[in-house]
């Protein structure tokens, strides 16, 4: 039998992330991830935008979010040799005047100042639809589709990672602070396993809203640039000269599969964007674990103390893994209490609806 502190069941954002902290706090961990092709981190974009939703707010947290996770990221760069997070401008084309008012209305104000502009020129013209003009924010990239397999040999080389599907009836609960699986005992077991979290039955308290996103890549022949461009579709730049476009959100979906529904609709987004060309090679789609507040979700069930989540990361993954798994990784270690608004008791404390 072999010994560890804790099993992380999940390898995307949320289990990398959680176990690395774990690690520096001094736990031995291992993390058990099926390597599921079209998990959300493996589809994601990897996007940090300072500012959320219509009306251009800050992000939750940003302002300790964004620095913490700049300096994680910039610390794993050097350990992995991958260049992790790259800052950019999101290039934030106008497709309403609404739009364009409510971010003038913020534009280099107040605590917004720091990441909008309103740029001097208006570029991309010969490539872009954008009658309304354009705004900048300062965002930034996080390079999962390296960084994940980068940190999976990592765990690798140091005997850290079961590449393989975790069932659920294996698992044994000892004690309150003992779980064994397969050859594994340990103290605690983390469910980071994203929208799978959703059919565990030890958190069918939690109300989750996973809504699915589809992603098409592109080749937009002649445009190079390092910017993210926004309009009601997201392109982001790629290796080797192309663009991922996406994406959708769907609330209801029979299956996880790309659909030809979606397709049109991020088509037609697409041509409302761009003036020239593009050829589409290929076609994504993943499954985003939301909870219903939007908010992540840690902490330990009430009745099985062994038994933990890290999960709800949404639309924000790449902004908020680090800081909710640095802080959840000191609760554990027992040198924090854990932020209200992110513990999972908050489900079980109230009815569900
Ligand atoms: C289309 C799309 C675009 C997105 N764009 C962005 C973006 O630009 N920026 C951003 O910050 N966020 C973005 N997100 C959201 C982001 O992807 C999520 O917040 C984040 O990836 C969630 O990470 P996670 O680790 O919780 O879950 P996941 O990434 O789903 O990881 C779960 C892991 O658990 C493993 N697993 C599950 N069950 C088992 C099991 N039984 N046994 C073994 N392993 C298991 C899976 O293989 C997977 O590796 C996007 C999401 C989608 C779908």
Redesign the pocket.
């Given at each position: 039998m072999k010994k560890v502190d804790c099993i992380i069941?999940?390898?995307?954002?949320?289990?990398?992330m959680l176990s690395w902290f774990l690690m520096q706090e001094g736990f031995r961990v291992l993390v058990?991830?099926?390597?599921?092709k079209n998990?959300?981190?493996?589809?994601?974009?990897?996007?940090?935008n300072p500012v959320s939703g219509r009306r251009f707010e800050p992000a939750w947290m940003y302002d300790e979010i964004y620095p913490f996770a700049k300096s994680t990221y910039a610390e794993l760069s050097a350990l992995l040799n991958v260049n992790i997070l790259t800052e950019r401008n999101l290039w934030t084309v106008f497709p309403s005047e609404q739009l364009r008012d409510a971010f003038n209305a913020k534009a280099g104000k107040g605590s917004n100042e720091k990441y909008t502009t309103i740029p001097q020129d208006l570029q991309y013209g010969e490539y872009l639809q954008q009658t309304l003009g354009a705004a900048i924010i300062k965002g930034a990239t996080?390079n999962l589709k390296e960084f994940l397999p980068a940190y999976r040999q990592y765990l690798t080389n140091k005997e850290a990672l079961l590449p393989?599907?975790?069932?659920l009836s294996a698992l044994e609960v000892i004690s309150d602070d003992e779980v064994k699986y397969g050859d594994y005992t340990a103290n605690q077991i983390i469910f980071?396993?994203?929208?799978?979290g959703a059919a565990n039955p030890y958190f069918q308290a939690i109300k989750f809203l996973p809504n699915?996103?589809?992603?098409l890549m592109i080749r937009i022949p002649g445009l190079e640039t390092s910017d993210i461009i926004k309009k009601s579709i997201t392109l982001v730049p790629q290796p080797e000269g192309l663009f991922w476009a996406?994406?959708s959100f769907a609330w209801k979906y029979p299956d996880e599969l790309p659909t030809s529904e979606q397709r049109v609709h991020l088509e037609e987004k697409i041509q409302q964007l761009l003036k020239v060309p593009y050829e589409v090679t290929d076609h994504l789609?993943?499954?985003?674990?939301s909870g219903d507040d939007r908010r992540p979700i840690a902490g330990f069930h009430p009745e099985y103390p062994a038994i933990g989540i890290f999960?709800g990361?949404?639309?924000?993954?790449?902004?908020l893994?680090p800081l909710m798994a640095a802080h959840f990784a000191r609760v554990i270690k027992k040198k924090e209490p854990l932020m209200a608004e992110i513990a999972v008791n908050r489900y079980f404390n109230k009815p569900r609806r």
């Open positions: 069941v999940g390898q995307g954002i949320a289990g990398t058990i991830d099926d390597g599921k998990s959300a981190s493996r589809v994601a974009a990897g996007i940090i996080v393989v599907h975790f069932e980071c396993d994203g929208v799978a699915k996103g589809e992603v996406g994406s789609a993943a499954v985003r674990p999960n990361l949404g639309t924000k993954g790449c902004s893994a």
